[in-house]
């Protein structure tokens, strides 16, 4: 069965550093991933996906993952944090076999000032 | 703005009672996906539906039912309520079944049951 493990629950950063927010998939076939932001009293919202076109995929805010299949990794990072990125982040994973989409548990982004 | 809208937002019920949750999803989307989200379990994946028929069951107890309408709108209903059913539901909508695509989620509704 096709699904993905965040790392860390819980991640804090300052304003201007590096994001990085882990996310390891398992899956027997090639997978159709994703990452998805959930701001406070909000639904999710899709920041970016791979679909095997392109291991590195650019998404919107800035924010961009690469598809390491040696490390069944799909890790998203963003160069330079904003306090706009505080939220809940979720990688996600689309079972060609179920149509099922597996969200991981969720990675809380927390930037300091 | 997802074009997914969900009713009600909030509902405050008590243990034993029987509440319905509405979804109408994007404009030409044919199928529905319910997830539910709390604390301990994170989001969970409950049903999906593909214009109106089941297409894929996730964790959803047997306390809860789904459907989807011909309009495509899908109602999830929960019966016999228990504390531990409080969580925020989302719904979700995508063009076809089995997309590899965009999920749109709507805003949720949150379930807080005394």
């Known amino acids: 069965a096709q699904s993905v493990t965040q790392l860390g629950s819980h991640v804090s950063v300052s304003e201007g550093a590096l994001v990085l927010l882990r996310c390891n998939y398992s899956?027997?076939?090639?997978?159709?991933l994703f990452w998805y932001v959930q701001y406070p009293n909000q639904g999710l919202q899709l920041l970016l996906k791979?679909?095997?076109?392109?291991?590195l995929v650019k998404g919107i805010n800035g924010f961009e993952a690469e598809f390491k299949k040696s490390e069944t990794s799909f890790h998203l990072t963003k160069p330079s944090a904003h306090m706009s990125d505080a939220a809940e982040y979720f990688c996600?994973?689309?079972?060609?076999?179920?149509?099922?989409?597996?969200f991981g548990t969720g990675t809380r982004l927390k930037v300091l000032a | 703005d997802s074009g997914v809208t969900q009713t009600p937002k909030h509902l405050i019920t008590a243990t034993g009672q029987r509440v319905t949750l509405r979804c109408s999803p994007r404009?030409?989307?044919?199928?529905v996906y319910w997830y539910q989200q709390s604390l301990d379990q994170g989001l969970q994946f409950l049903i999906q539906?593909?214009?109106?028929?089941?297409?894929a069951k996730g964790n959803i107890l047997e306390r809860f039912s789904a459907q989807q309408f011909p309009d495509l709108h899908s109602e999830l209903n929960l019966s016999s309520l228990e504390l531990g059913d409080s969580a925020l539901y989302f719904c979700?909508?995508?063009?076809?079944?089995?997309?590899?695509?965009?999920?749109?989620f709507g805003e949720g509704s949150r379930l807080t049951v005394l």
């Open positions: 404009s030409g989307d044919l199928s």
């Open positions: 996600a994973v689309f079972s060609s076999g179920t149509y099922k989409y597996i």
């Open positions: 539906y593909y214009n109106g028929e089941e297409r």
């Open positions: 791979y679909t095997s076109a392109a291991t």
């Open positions: 899956s027997s076939v090639p997978p159709y």
């Open positions: 979700a909508s995508s063009v076809v079944e089995g997309n590899t695509g965009e999920l749109f």
